[in-house]
């Protein structure tokens, strides 16, 4: 999916539409960036991220007009756009920040519960979530 967009970024920036660089800026941000980074908090950790970023160093190259030599840690910079690691991060950390303060979304409020449920985990002295969002008195 990524290398088709890429393609559509090849095109927009060739001589046939000739885009300036703020569109193709905003469109590897909404195409690319996007797609690559989809439940980014899931799987940020895996090993198998260091397969896309080919993908999304070759959409970078297009925005920048950088050559393929060129080193990719600093395509991000010239771009304008946080490195990937650190949108990774940032993802993960805000996630984390919504369900301390209480915003559960329905996935983890299920995962809470069914750990609260069935588990029977030990009681921490400073609890994680303070609100509950149901009434149920668990056992």
Do not use: K
């Amino acid at each position: 999916m990524l290398t088709s967009y890429v393609a559509l970024l090849r095109r927009l920036a060739g001589s046939g539409c000739g885009a300036g660089a703020t569109t193709l800026r905003t469109s590897t941000l909404a195409l690319v960036h996007s797609t690559a980074e989809y439940c980014a908090p899931v799987w940020c950790r895996s090993a198998h991220t260091r397969l896309i970023d080919p993908t999304i160093n070759d959409a970078l190259r297009i925005v920048t007009g950088c050559l393929r030599p060129s080193p990719a840690d600093y395509l991000p910079i010239l771009v304008g756009i946080q490195p990937d690691e650190l949108r990774h991060n940032g993802a993960t950390l805000s996630l984390a920040r919504r369900a301390m303060d209480g915003a559960w979304t329905p996935a983890l409020l299920s995962a809470h519960l069914f750990i609260e449920c069935r588990c029977q985990a030990p009681q921490i002295e400073t609890p994680i979530c303070t609100r509950r969002t149901t009434t149920h008195q668990f056992i």
